[in-house]
C-alpha cells in the first residue's frame, strides 16, 4: 500500500467499498410479482434518488461530530448537549411530521426535508465562519447558537426518513420489502461513510466550516435531482399501482385522523414492542458511531478501523442491512422478528466483549464494528421496513414517525448520559477511564435483545379482503376436422 501514490492511496478504500457494494447487489435474489422491466427501471429512478438524498442528509447530520472535534474550546459535553438538543427534536417532530407526510407525500415532505437542512447547515457553517474569523459572539455563546441551528436542522432531517417510507410503501410488495430494507441499509451506510471519512477529511483539508458548506451544496443539487424524477405513486409516474399486501391492503374505508392512527398504532402491541426494541436500537446505534470516534481521537488509538472510521461502519452497515433483509424475506417468510433477535445477540456478545478489550485498539475496533452491524441491520428491519409492514402505505407516515421517534428518544438519552458520564480532558486520553461506554451498552443490548424474542412470529395482517384472482374464460373446445 505504501508503494502507492498518495492520491490511490486515498482512493483504494473507496474502491473497496464500491466493490462491496456491487458484489452485494449482483448477488441480491430476485422475486418475481409480474413487475415489467418499465416498471422495474422507473421504480429505481424513484427510490434511488431518494436514497442517496437519504444518504446526504446524514452527511449534514453527523457532520457535527468531526467539526466539535476540531473547533477550540468545545468538550465532550459540549458535544453532548448539542447533539442531544437535536436529537430530542429529531425525535418530537415525528408527532407532527409523520401525520402531515401522510397528508402531503413524501415526495413533497423530502423536498422540504433537503431544502431546511441544507439552510441550516449553512447557518451553521456561517456561525462558525463568523466566530472564528470575526470575533463573533452569538447570542447565548457558541454551544447555545449551535445548540438550536443543530435542532432546526434535525427537524427538517426528521422528514428524511418518514418521506422514503411513505413513498417506497406504494412501490414495492411485502414481499420485497426485507431486501429493500437492506438496499436502503447500503445507501444509509454510505451517508455514515460521507459523515465520517468525508467529514474528517475536510476538517483536515479546509478551514472546519466547509465541513457544514459541503452538504447543504449537495442536499440542493439532490433536491434538483428530486425535484424532477420522484413521484408518490406508481401511478403518477405511468405505471399502473397494485396490492402491496401490508396493514392497508384491503381498507376502502375514510381516512381516519391522525389521533385516531396514533390510538390505532399506540393499542396495537407489536408496534409497541417495536418502539420498545427500536429505542434500545437508537442508544446502541449512536453510543457505538458517535463514541466510538471520540474514543479513538482522544486516547490517540490507531486500528484499520479507527483510522478508517466512515468506510468500515459503511461496509459493517452494508453486510447488516443487506444479510437482515435477505434473511428475512427468504429464510423468515418475510418475518422481521427472527433477524433481528439473531442481530441484538450479536449486539449482547459485542457489548460484553468490548468490557475485555477496551484497552487492546484492534481488537475493541473489531468488536464495535460487528456491533454497527449488527445494530444498523435491526434499524433497517425494524424503523425501514416493518413501519412499512405494520402501518401500510395508508399510515405507513405515522408509523415510521412512531418509531423512528422511540430511535431518537434513545440517542438523546443515550447523548446525555454518556456526555455526562464519559471523561474528558487528560483523564479522556486513558482507555481504561472510559469503562462507563460498554458497561452502558451492555444492559441496553440485553433489553433489546429479549424484546425482539416477543416479536418472532409477527406479520402484518390484511385491513380487508385479498382481491380476487381475476377470472379466467375456459378454453374453447378444439373442433376436431371432420372426413370427407
Known amino acids: ?58 452527511f449534514g447530520r453527523y457532520n457535527l461530530n468531526e467539526a466539535t472535534s476540531v ?47 441544507a439552510a441550516a447547515n449553512l447557518v451553521l457553517g456561517l456561525i462558525v465562519w463568523a466566530a472564528a474569523t470575526r470575533g463573533f459572539q452569538p447570542p447565548g455563546g457558541l454551544v447555545v447558537s449551535l445548540s438550536v441551528v ?32 437492506g438496499v436502503f441499509g447500503i445507501l444509509i451506510s454510505l451517508g455514515v ?8 477529511f475536510i476538517v483536515k483539508a479546509l478551514p472546519v466550516w466547509w ?23 406508481p401511478s403518477l409516474a405511468g405505471h ?4 402491496t399486501a401490508d396493514a392497508s391492503s384491503g381498507d376502502t374505508g375514510p381516512r381516519l385522523s391522525a389521533i385516531d392512527v396514533f390510538k390505532k398504532m399506540l393499542t396495537n402491541k407489536v408496534i409497541l414492542l417495536i418502539l420498545s426494541i427500536e429505542f434500545c436500537s437508537g442508544f446502541m446505534r449512536n453510543a457505538i458511531m458517535q463514541w466510538g470516534r471520540k474514543f479513538a481521537a482522544q486516547t490517540d ?9 466512515g468506510l468500515v461502519l459503511c461496509i459493517a452497515g452494508i453486510l447488516g442491512g443487506m444479510f437482515a433483509g435477505v434473511i428475512s424475506d427468504r429464510v423468515f417468510q418475510s418475518r422481521r422478528g427472527p433477524v433481528s433477535a439473531v442481530l441484538y445477540g450479536g449486539l449482547t456478545l459485542g457489548a460484553l466483549g468490548c468490557l475485555f478489550v477496551l484497552t487492546v485498539p484492534g481488537l475493541l475496533g473489531w468488536a464495535v464494528a460487528f456491533m454497527s452491524l449488527c445494530v444498523i441491520g435491526v434499524h433497517g428491519m425494524l424503523s425501514g421496513t416493518a413501519s412499512m409492514d405494520f402501518g401500510g402505505k395508508k399510515n405507513a407516515g405515522i408509523a415510521v414517525g412512531i418509531i423512528d421517534g422511540a430511535v431518537y428518544g434513545g440517542t438523546a438519552f443515550q447523548s446525555f448520559l454518556l456526555g455526562a458520564v464519559l471523561p474528558s480532558g487528560e483523564a479522556a486520553k486513558v482507555a481504561s477511564n472510559w469503562i462507563n461506554w460498554p458497561i452502558a451498552m451492555l444492559p441496553v443490548a440485553v ?17 380487508g379482503p385479498a382481491p380476487a384472482p381475476p377470472t379466467v374464460p375456459p378454453p374453447a373446445p378444439s373442433v376436431e376436422p371432420q372426413p370427407g
Do not use: C
Request: proline content about 5%; aromatic content about 16%; hydrophobic content about 55%.
Open 1 to 58: 500500500m505504501s508503494s502507492l501514490p498518495p492520491w490511490l492511496q486515498q482512493l483504494a478504500p473507496i474502491l473497496a467499498l464500491l466493490a462491496v457494494i456491487a458484489l452485494v447487489i449482483a448477488r441480491l435474489p430476485k422475486v418475481e410479482l409480474g413487475h415489467s422491466d418499465a416498471f422495474r427501471r422507473r421504480r429505481f429512478l424513484n427510490w434511488f434518488p431518494l436514497g442517496l438524498t437519504y444518504a446526504f442528509l446524514y
Open 193 to 200: 461513510y460521507f459523515a465520517y471519512d468525508w467529514s474528517r
Open 447 to 463: 433489553v433489546g435483545f429479549l424484546l425482539t424474542t416477543r416479536v418472532w412470529n409477527a406479520k402484518p395482517q390484511r385491513a
Open 150 to 181: 443543530y435542532a432546526i436542522n434535525m427537524y427538517f432531517q426528521s422528514f428524511g426518513a418518514v418521506s422514503i417510507v411513505k413513498v417506497n410503501a406504494h412501490w414495492f410488495h411485502v414481499r420485497e420489502r426485507g431486501v429493500l430494507g
Open 240 to 243: 399502473p399501482d397494485f396490492d
Open 301 to 309: 488509538f490507531h486500528s484499520a478501523v479507527f483510522d478508517n472510521w
Open 211 to 233: 465541513v457544514f458548506f459541503i452538504p447543504a451544496a449537495i442536499l440542493v443539487v439532490f433536491w434538483a435531482i428530486e425535484l424532477a424524477l420522484v413521484r408518490d405513486t
Open 71 to 117: 473547533i477550540p474550546g468545545l468538550t465532550n459535553q459540549d458535544f453532548g448537549v448539542i447533539f442531544g438538543a437535536g436529537t430530542i427534536t429529531y425525535g418530537v417532530s415525528f408527532l407532527l411530521n409523520g401525520p402531515l407526510t401522510d397528508r402531503l407525500g413524501g415526495r413533497f415532505t423530502i423536498l422540504l426535508s433537503a431544502a431546511g437542512a
